[in-house]
């Protein structure tokens, strides 16, 4: 969309907030847009977008949204059949507009919607007072009967692909576009019909024949009025749905004098509450468009940030000043470290140092550095007691591969940000800065001057964000939880894992080839070849060759995502779809080992990264690569696992899990007494939770019974509804709803606390886990249904899913620190979801056996045990128990 070129001082931007979010709907595939908590978000990421674009481009002085709201009076009256026969809007829709009301109302952008009238006609009345007050119009809307509207002074952003390209409409625009004058455009729609609307044209008139006959009549009456001269079968056809023709003029006709309920001075732009809308980009996951809505509206996240002042002057000491500098800072004042750290595959390097203390700073260049210089800054940096980093763990791993072994950091700025705002979209040191002391910190560059000042805004941030901490109860968490494991992270990171790369190589050219072989299984099942990584030519094949049952609309055809083809699969029984199925599936194993390949150091280890500040719940996740993206229940993904082996100096791997950590931890909390009691009689939890809600013996529990209970036992933690299980077993709703119900019957403290959890939250404002761990989670008291059922979701999730992190790091740290206690020279070198994986040194087995089971089994006091399986192999999957 190009920018107006002459704007008039004011202008007005009238939106048609169903027709654009409809269209978002449908333009963006609903299974790539939804939250970790499950809320469908496609409608509401195209609106907010295409809003953006549109603020951005024509940075109007007012701005208002209508909405559609009940069945439109006037029309119905006209047409009983308006509008009849339309798809049945989805039900994901329908919540997703009160989110994009919300927002609105986040953004202090006024809504309209008015029973019984069409967002059509609020904005036709709105364009009218605008143009009186004197006020360029422009009106974003994807239905084209707003193309009457325009004139001079009025036009229209259509869109014209997906959501992010908004075509003007001006009176040239239309005339060229559809060969009549927006005047005589509703004519134009007459003659034409309209299928979405239940609107039949006349037969055999399209828009060209219609254009002409107005050009030459002047508008649709006049055409009318002089049907007896238009000759031939059109003619005909004319005159014999001339009341349908007449009808349909009066239908799309829009209303500018509808009675709405404020002026348009009310629409004029007053920035948004920013602290409300910041909390709603994070609740919905849409770290892109919070970025793009700060540059645009100019707001920091906190209006009551801390003020700092500025950076003084760093000293750059020579080699014989560094010492007596270092020897000068007073051992019980913090020191913010910043560093120009870079580090990749197990290799890294700093050159420069920044240091901030008291009111001074320093930058050092390393490689300026003389032997007795070297040697203070490296005893510095081991032994001072408080040293504060902002994201310290990839300065750590870069430090220490410099020559500087021993430096460490006691306080992490970045993560104290990180507990007291676990769904902020981003930890930055700018955003943060900015946010906590109203003061934008420098990127971090080739600039010492640069680097100097984020020392010196480390410094200035860490007393702040103390004090928050300290207020919020979250200190413990910080000091003995996140800034050990941190250390512990740094140091897993650093070693890596080694991976027999020949084997990693046979295994993604095995998998190329299983790839091709099934796709020449799937053209064999249809006798020709055909792109099976086309959408298009899919759809040609499967809906009109094979004319299969149709899968969910989408602007471009019908979804052939993995879900709908496994669906159509299971309907169809069809080889084309199972070649076609197993070829994605080896598609997407081969590019798993790729990137694994990708990512082997020099050494033949591969280093993944712990992201530490990425779930909101505290659980980790890692990339560079993914290891918890790996499957672990398939063969093929267990082939990868075999893969990973013990280094050249080690016997085997050992790996440690907790059994059912989430389950322990739901009878812990709920104090649930016959949960407690299976547990501590070591059952088969899944399969005595069977017996109890089918009325079976626990040995009489079949499989099918077995994996029903464990999908909804999993699923209460995350806020799994009746239809939400249904849709996972395949089940009929009420079915699924009558194992919960026997569920609850038989486990009353679940269902109690359960609820309890979301009251008490809803209370509070936050969940808590055992340790104290806190998610904030203010639209638990939101008016609008969709935002509350979304934030009672995460509710339901948080302490038991945060709990059980919390368990896993402190087993993690208690682990490192008996391994390294013990004098052994086996090291922890990953933890994916509830396993640790430690590289065994020879004759070691057994003692670093016991320390597993011990120190996993003891971080935490439940009234349940903590059961850890352990086993041993020549492999990560081979160590699988």
């Not at 024509?58 to 026969?85: C, I, Q």
């Not at 084997?503 to 299984?521: D, H, K, P, T």
């Not at 050249?648 to 649930?672: C, K, P, V």
């Not at 070198?829 to 040194?841: G, K, N, P, T």
Request: aromatic share 6%; glycine share 8%.
């Amino acid at each position: 969309m190009t920018q107006n070129d002459s704007p008039t001082a004011e202008s007005l931007l009238l939106i048609d907030g169903h027709s654009m979010a409809y269209r978002a709907y449908h333009a963006l595939p609903p299974e790539k847009f939804s939250t970790s908590t499950g809320q469908t978000t496609n409608a509401v990421f195209g609106f907010v977008s295409m809003l953006l674009t549109a603020l951005e481009a024509e940075r109007p002085t007012h701005v208002l949204v209508a909405f559609d709201r009940g069945r439109p009076a006037f029309r119905l009256e006209e047409h009983p059949g308006y509008k009849a026969g339309r798809a049945k809007t989805p039900p994901d829709f329908h919540g997703q507009v009160e989110l994009i009301e919300t927002l609105l109302e986040a953004m202090r952008i006024p809504v309209v919607a008015l029973e019984g009238v069409e967002a059509d006609d609020v904005l036709a009345t709105y364009a009218r007072l605008g143009e009186e007050a004197g006020i360029e119009v422009r009106i974003a809307s994807g239905d084209k009967d707003s193309f009457q509207l325009v004139r001079e002074g009025v036009s229209v952003l259509y869109p014209k692909r997906g959501m992010s390209d908004l075509t003007r409409m001006t009176p040239e625009a239309v005339s060229e576009k559809y060969g009549v004058t927006p005047a005589q455009y509703r004519g134009q729609a007459a003659l034409v019909g309209e299928k979405a609307d239940n609107l039949p044209g006349v037969p055999g008139v399209g828009e060209k024949t219609a254009a002409k006959w107005l050009n030459k009549y002047g508008d649709l009456e006049a055409l009318l009025a002089h049907s007896e001269e238009i000759g031939g079968k059109a003619g005909e056809n004319l005159r014999a749905h001339r009341e349908a023709v007449e009808r349909n003029y009066r239908v799309n006709r829009l209303l500018d004098d509808v009675e709405v309920p404020f002026t348009v001075e009310a629409a004029r732009m007053q920035g948004p509450d920013a602290d409300a809308l910041s909390a709603l980009f994070d609740q919905l996951e849409f770290a892109v468009l919070g970025r793009r809505a700060e540059a645009l509206f100019g707001v920091s996240g906190n209006a009551g940030a801390a003020s700092a002042q500025e950076a003084p002057v760093p000293a750059r000491p020579d080699a014989a000043e560094l010492v007596p500098l270092l020897e000068g800072i007073d051992a019980e004042a913090w020191v913010a470290v910043a560093t120009d750290a870079t580090y990749v595959l197990g290799l890294g390097a700093v050159d420069r140092i920044a240091l901030a203390w008291g009111e001074r700073t320093a930058v050092v260049a390393l490689s300026a550095l003389e032997p007795a210089g070297a040697t203070a800054l490296e005893e510095f940096l081991a032994g001072h007691t408080r040293l504060v980093m902002h994201d310290a763990k990839p300065q750590l791993k870069a430090l220490r591969v410099s020559g500087l072994p021993r430096a460490h950091a006691d306080w992490d700025t970045e993560l104290a940000a990180y507990l007291l705002e676990p769904d902020r979209r981003g930890y930055a040191l700018e955003e943060i800065a900015q946010a906590r002391l109203g003061l934008a910190a420098q990127q971090e560059d080739e600039d010492a001057d640069g680097l100097h000042t984020r020392a010196w805004t480390v410094l200035q941030l860490r007393p702040v964000l103390a004090e928050a901490l300290e207020g919020a109860h979250l200190t413990g968490i910080m000091t003995g939880i996140e800034m050990p494991v941190q250390e512990v992270l740094a140091r897993m990171e650093s070693r890596g894992i080694a991976v027999d790369a020949a084997r990693l190589a046979e295994l993604g050219e095995e998998f190329g080839a299983q790839a091709e072989a099934s796709a020449q299984e799937a053209y064999a099942a249809i006798g020709h070849e055909v792109n099976l990584g086309s959408p298009k030519q899919l759809q040609a094949v499967l809906f009109d060759e094979l004319e299969m049952p149709k899968t969910k609309k989408t602007k471009t055809g019908y979804t052939t995502d993995a879900d709908a083809l496994a669906d159509l699969f299971v309907k169809t029984g069809h080889p084309f779809l199972q070649h076609l199925l197993a070829h994605r599936d080896r598609i997407k194993l081969r590019q798993t080992v790729v990137g694994l390949e990708k990512t082997v150091s020099d050494s033949g280890r591969i280093h993944t990264t712990y992201l530490q500040t990425a779930a909101a719940t505290g659980r980790l996740s890692s990339k560079d690569p993914n290891l918890q993206n790996i499957p672990v229940r398939t063969e093929a993904g267990r082939r990868i696992r075999e893969v990973f082996v013990p280094g050249a100096d080690s016997e085997s791997l050992m790996t440690a899990d907790y059994s059912q950590i989430e389950m322990r931890i739901m009878a812990h909390l709920s104090g649930d007494p016959s949960l407690i009691m299976a547990f501590r009689a070591g059952e088969d939890l899944h399969a005595y939770v069977g017996g109890q809600v089918f009325g079976v013996a626990t040995e009489d529990v079949t499989p099918e019974m077995r994996s029903k209970v464990k999908a909804m036992s999993y699923g209460l933690v995350y806020g799994l509804s009746a239809y939400g299980l249904s849709k996972q077993l395949g089940i009929g709703v009420d079915e699924a709803r009558g194992l919960m119900d026997e569920y609850f019957s038989r486990f009353g403290a679940v269902r109690d606390y359960l609820g309890a959890v979301v009251e008490e939250a809803r209370e509070r404002g936050y969940t808590e886990t055992m340790d104290g761990r806190r998610r904030y989670l203010p639209a638990l008291t939101s008016a609008q249904r969709q935002v509350r059922e979304m934030a009672e979701r995460a509710a339901l999730n948080a302490p038991i899913q945060g709990s059980a992190a919390d368990i896993m790091k402190r087993a993690m740290i208690a682990v490192e620190s008996a391994l390294e206690a013990g004098g052994l020279r086996s090291r922890m070198l990953l933890q994916v979801h509830d396993e640790i994986i430690v590289e065994v040194a020879p004759g070691e087995a057994g003692q670093v056996e016991e320390i597993l089971r011990r120190e996993m089994a003891g971080a935490a006091e439940l009234d349940v045990p903590l059961d850890v399986n352990v086993g041993t192999g020549a492999s990560w999957h081979a160590a699988a128990h």
